[in-house]
T-cell receptor
């Protein structure tokens, strides 16, 4: 158990819909990262937040957005869903946001299926 | 961040040491080598990291060559539960973000 929790575990929705994935980092960790894992693209970094502020962006679509709240939990919002958005979405947390060599701890993931 | 090259798959007998190689010939002086693994669709798991010196923890050992252009992750006594995809990642320790760039990794199959 990494200490990172994600809800829901599974999500099935239709094309065009909007969903919200939730992540609670390990206690005390200030950084939250979101990754997407699809069969054809592998594990891809989407976005990072550090103590409520966006710190880095990866290959995140404009239809996707995220935020980190004062209690440090984070939400990833996916809208206008397409079949290709079906994937595993992982959240990770680390103690440090930028400098240093902090390892990341991953949650169990949310499996999104778009039909 | 420097690119890494890993074999796509490896086999290892249960109880034997598993040695997973990684090439990172373009690594720069302030880049660290990280290893993570992913057991069948679970969240990736941190294993170990290092800069220059060899490192050991309760999970594994990391051997980095003197020129730092390659490294080897060693699982001293592989078990069936070590079957997973192992990712070698090179990352700037002083960079603007701690984001991880995953490659395709090595699928280690531990055989009974």
């Amino acid at each position: 158990d990494s200490g990172v929790t994600q809800t829901p575990k599974h999500l099935i929705t239709a094309t065009g819909q909007r969903v919200t994935l939730r992540c609670s980092p390990r206690s005390g960790d200030l950084s939250v990262y979101w990754y997407q894992q699809s069969l054809d693209q592998g594990l891809q970094f989407l976005i990072q937040y550090y103590n409520g502020e966006e710190r880095a962006k990866g290959n995140i679509l404009e239809r996707f957005s995220a935020q980190q709240f004062p209690d440090l939990h984070s939400e990833l919002n996916l809208s206008s869903l397409e079949l290709g958005d079906s994937a595993l979405y992982f959240c990770a947390s680390s103690a440090r946001g930028t400098l240093g060599t902090g390892e990341q701890y991953f949650g169990p993931g949310t499996r999104l299926t778009v039909t | 961040d420097a690119k890494t090259t890993q074999p796509p798959s490896m086999d290892c007998a249960e109880g034997r040491a598993a040695n997973l190689p990684c090439n990172h010939s373009t690594i720069s002086g302030n880049e660290y080598v990280y290893w993570y693994r992913q057991i069948h669709s679970q969240g990736p798991q941190y294993i170990i990291h290092g800069l220059k010196n060899n490192e050991t923890n309760e999970m594994a050992s990391l051997i980095i060559t003197e020129d730092r252009k390659s490294s080897t992750l060693i699982l001293p006594h592989a078990t069936l539960r070590d079957t997973a995809v192992y990712y070698c990642i090179v990352r700037d320790g002083g960079g603007a973000t701690n984001k991880l760039i995953f490659g395709t990794g090595t699928l280690l199959a531990v055989q009974p």
